[in-house]
């Protein structure tokens, strides 16, 4: 919805399933989530980019234009070549950020190398290829992503939930922080951990837990928001 004309917008091929994400690019905007190709596009499954029409401006009257991000969606091509995805991603996206360097963080639980166990829960897409950031064999999926300054650095935040096989619940969770090249997991919590903030220098958890431990030490007089 734009304020200024007060009535919502839609574009005029809209996804057919889920959408679990959407984050800015300059005036596009990437939609993920679990949803098939989009205006006859076969690229945009479950990641896609949408941007204005010609004159690069928003207006009621613009349609939109997708776009796929190199990813068919279909799991068909699910290999790996030399520790590079083929950008096939074939589960539902959860959360998708922008980096400093102009590249994209997809957060999910893919299944993009039919030959290992590992899940491929945090992949970067440079505009061109794909690469691996996060893996587990831990039944774990990424549940959100966001990007902020801590302490004057460039810094991204993943939260995960681990899911037991044939399972509801979920008997895990952890924050995991992403400084360059470098990922560090910065807290385990007994649930999961939904969603994720940085205010100021500091950051703010959310979801279903009541203890976490942190260097060791556990925390116990928690409930759902740390």
Request: charged share 15%; glycine share 12%; net charge negative.
């Amino acid at each position: 919805i734009n304020p200024a004309y007060g009535d919502w917008w839609v574009p005029s091929a809209v996804p057919n399933g889920r959408v679990t994400s959407i984050t800015p690019v300059g005036v596009d905007v990437i939609v993920g989530g679990d949803f098939g190709p989009l205006d006859g596009v076969p690229t945009s499954s479950r990641l896609a980019r949408l941007s204005p029409g010609d004159d690069g401006v928003w207006s009621v009257s613009d349609d939109g234009v997708w776009s796929g991000l190199g990813s068919d969606g279909s799991g068909a091509s699910a290999i790996k070549n030399n520790g590079l995805l083929t950008g096939s991603i074939n589960k539902t996206v959860q959360s998708v950020v922008s980096t400093q360097n102009g590249s994209l963080l997809v957060g999910g639980s893919f299944r993009l190398a039919s030959t290992t166990t590992d899940q491929d829960i945090l992949v970067e897409f440079n505009g061109t290829t794909w690469r691996s950031v996060l893996q587990s064999t831990e039944k774990e999926v990424v549940t959100s992503l966001t990007r902020g300054s801590i302490n004057g650095v460039e810094t991204v935040v993943v939260s995960v939930c681990r899911q037991p096989n044939d399972s509801n619940s979920f008997e895990f969770g952890r924050v995991i922080s992403i400084v360059g090249e470098t990922v560090a997991t910065v807290g385990s919590f007994n649930g999961c951990v939904r969603d994720v903030a940085i205010v100021g220098d500091a950051i703010v958890v959310a979801g279903w837990f009541d203890s976490r431990v942190v260097e060791g030490v556990e925390t116990t007089t928690l409930r759902n928001l740390a």
